[in-house]
């Protein structure tokens, strides 16, 4: 299974960027996908997910600035981020789960702009 991440990007601080991923070559449905980042200096956090009914979760400091979706292709995910911030600049990942494995895409970076 191969995750491709694309839709970053410098952007001002302010403005919006939409991510997208898809998982190739799975027959199976993902359970759930997810959207991390990895910003300077910092670990890896959780920003959001969502189930394969569309239960999401956000973290706090992305909630009502961030959207996440699952696309109609299977196994497709998209991440509407808007009123960007400097603390959101990092490398974003998304991950599937796939069966009982988690597979990873390669990171797309986002930097925003003060």
């Known amino acids: 299974v191969q995750l491709q991440a694309s839709g970053g990007g410098l952007v001002q601080a302010g403005g919006s960027l939409r991510l997208s991923c898809a998982a190739s070559g799975s027959i199976k449905s993902a359970s759930s996908m997810a959207w991390y980042r990895q910003s300077p200096g910092k670990q890896r956090e959780l920003v959001t997910d969502?189930?394969?009914?569309?239960?999401?979760f956000y973290r706090d400091s992305v909630k009502g600035r961030f959207l996440i979706a699952r696309g109609n292709a299977k196994n497709t995910v998209y991440l509407q981020m808007n009123s960007l911030n400097a603390d959101d600049t990092g490398v974003y990942y998304c991950?599937?789960?796939?069966?009982?494995?988690?597979?990873w895409g390669q990171g797309t970076l986002v930097t925003v702009s003060s």
């Open positions: 969502i189930t394969d009914d569309g239960v999401t």
């Open positions: 991950e599937a789960v796939i069966g009982p494995q988690n597979f």
